[in-house]
């Protein structure tokens, strides 16, 4: 049977990459979103250029409707892979920000992923197992901001779910990648040439990276040994260095 893997987040950026690499590799897919112009469209061309069987689900995963509503799916037999993608960063501090933004930014972060990986695990373990990947950041290696808190959880329980689940068949990978060019900086309005250009990586390479170290059982996936290298630094260093060297570019 063909299997299905659901994409959080599906229709720009990581997520319509790992859309169009698993099409590629023959799953059919459920792309989730909030546009659905853009939902649609994005299923009907995969559908064309990949004959694939797609579907859609309009879903704000800041709410819980929202997740209930692709939770639901997640939960049918067919689903032997599920990708949290869907995120976004904020442009202030803290202090600065609404608390409801903040609320709703640690829903879409932590909440979800949490909500649809357990529906996800206990189908899975019913079906014979299957895949999680959680996109987190390298962001999660350093103390900067509820971004990098919230990715911070994505890794940690990544790590201990690969650990504890790979018995019953079923993987889970935080995939941890740097500077990508997508349409998140632009929305966050961040001037993207205060970073070198060394720095930023494209979307289908952090995807191929990501789908190697996923199918090969790894807990983590930092695409590209110089995000490897930051990676390490950045767990290993001085915590008030990091802090600091991170917030250089704000």
């Avoid at 995969?46 to 694939?52: C, E, G, P």
């Avoid at 110089?226 to 570019?249: F, W």
Wanted: aromatic share 8%; hydrophobic share 45%.
């Amino acid at each position: 049977m063909t299997q299905t893997a659901v994409i959080t987040g599906a229709t720009s950026g990581i997520g319509a990459e790992f859309a169009r690499q698993l099409a590629q590799r023959g799953y059919d897919l459920v792309l989730t979103g909030r546009n659905t112009e853009r939902l649609e469209s994005t299923a009907a061309d995969l559908a064309r250029d990949y004959s694939v069987k797609t579907e859609w689900i309009a879903a704000d995963l800041a709410t819980r409707e929202g997740v209930d509503a692709v939770a639901d799916r997640v939960q049918k037999p067919d689903v032997g892979l599920l990708v949290n993608n869907a995120g976004y960063g904020l442009k202030n501090d803290f202090a600065r920000n609404e608390l409801q933004a903040e609320i709703d930014h640690l829903n879409v972060l932590v909440g979800a992923p949490l909500q649809l990986s357990h529906a996800a695990l206990n189908a899975m373990q019913s079906n014979g197992g299957g895949r999680i990947i959680n996109v987190a950041s390298v962001a999660g290696f350093i103390p900067r901001g509820t971004y990098s808190a919230a990715k911070a959880w994505v890794i940690n329980f990544s790590r201990w779910a690969n650990l504890y689940y790979r018995g019953r068949g079923i993987t889970v990978t935080a995939v941890c990648p740097g500077f990508v060019h997508t349409e998140f900086h632009a929305r966050m309005e961040m001037d993207k040439s205060l970073y070198p250009k060394w720095m930023w990586l494209n979307a289908d390479r952090v995807v191929r990276e990501a789908l190697a170290d996923a199918f090969a059982g790894k807990g983590v996936s930092v695409p590209s040994k110089r995000y490897r290298v930051l990676a390490a630094v950045g767990s290993r260093a001085p915590q008030a260095l990091v802090a600091r060297l991170a917030g250089r570019g704000r």
